[in-house]
């Protein structure tokens, strides 16, 4: 009896052994893993030593850097959860069979003269160009979206720019000149000279665009009944925003939403921009009491998405949006250094435009994991229906 008592006693202790041994390497992974995440998105410490930065935009850093990683780890996990299988693909009426662009004759090429008319004003030439909305939508999307593109991220977005200008033909009065402009100001779009060009230049591409125009034909986004205002943007930073943290106006169908995939993929997820001191205190129109030679800033506040809610830029206030604006910066989503010896700080952003609504770059990734349009745009969109546009 002793015998096996000291052979159980033995035994169990060299399974306490194994379990000690498995907890520190375990607690070791996890150490490195987040040291990995927390490096992913803040300035580096050379650059930060070469540049002799503020101890109060070191502590900024620092403080946002942990609430950093755990977003992106978050948001990582959010895209996991939304791989689809076959199981939980929602397949709804917009869905086409796929087919080769390849295959296409030039009839195929051929986009819809149906529907009604859009106005567009040309900035650069001072006149009005009128044409059907598919071919509108066409136009749009050639100056919106990379050819490379997968289609149904294509599609996504020709189903919001549809939409957005549905909006617009349905608010308008009809004694306007012309609905939309040819710039930011509304949607950016190729004239037709230009659309005929792109299809001589690029046409596997253009035949791509014009499939992609071809099996969404009709299709808008609606909430309520009514279609939506079906804004987008080019890259987030993890997240999409809400509508209230840009336009001070909640929008039901226009909440933040994990967006995983633009860090991967979007040549402009992070993107620099420097100042000096002087050209710092013009832009922010700061008084002569504030330019002191120094550049402070604090009170930094974050949303939940991570972009800036507001801040003090030596003494004076701004919120991320004012100070994305009158800085020109791609994003809210902001780290600083500043340089104090050679009087210049430089920011750091994380995303690019305003982050509510459809990502493109995000849409793109969705489709490189077999995602369908409509699957992209009920992601993006919350509690959206898709209908055929009725006018």
Sequence with gaps: ???????????????????????????????????????????PTVYALEHNVEQTATATIASTNSEQSRRYSYSASIGKQHE?????IKRQAIERPASDVSNYDESALVVSEDGPVVSVYISSE??????????YVLSVALA??????????IKAQMIAIRTYIT??????????????????????????????????????????????????EGWIISYQDEPIDAVFFSTSNGYTENADQVWGQQVAYLQSVASP???????????????????LYERLNLKNSRRNGKVSINHVSRNESGRIE???????????????????????????????????????????GHGVGLSQWGANGM???????NEIIEHYYTDIELEQLNL
Excluded at 84 to 88: D, G, I, K, M
Excluded at 194 to 204: L, R, S
Excluded at 266 to 279: A, D, K, L, Q, R
Excluded at 325 to 346: G, P, V
């Design 1 to 43: 009896m002793k015998s096996n008592t000291a052979q159980l006693t033995k035994k169990n202790k060299a399974l306490l052994m194994l379990a000690v041994a498995m907890v520190i390497v375990t607690l070791t992974v996890h150490k490195y893993i987040n040291s990995q995440h927390s490096k992913q998105h803040s300035i």
């Design 84 to 88: 689809r299988s076959n199981q939980e």
């Design 126 to 135: 001072k006149r009005v160009e009128k044409l059907p909305i598919e071919r």
């Design 144 to 153: 919106e979206l990379p050819g490379s593109f997968e289609l149904e991220a």
């Design 167 to 216: 909006r617009r033909l349905l608010q308008a009065s009809e004694q306007v000149e012309y609905l939309v402009t040819d710039t930011t100001r509304d949607q950016v779009y190729l004239k037709n000279d230009k659309v005929q060009q792109y299809a001589q230049e690029y046409p596997e591409y253009y035949q791509k665009f014009v499939q992609a125009v071809k099996e969404t």
């Design 261 to 279: 995939w633009d860090a991967e993929l979007s040549p402009n997820f992070e993107t620099e921009f420097s100042y000096s001191f002087e050209e």
């Design 310 to 352: 507001s801040l003090d830029v030596n003494g004076a206030s701004f919120t991320g949006k004012e100070l994305r604006e009158k800085l020109e910066l791609s994003s809210t989503d902001m780290q600083w250094a500043i340089d104090h010896k050679n009087k210049r700080i430089t920011f750091v952003c994380f995303g690019y």
């Design 367 to 373: 489709a490189q994991q077999g995602y369908l349009a």
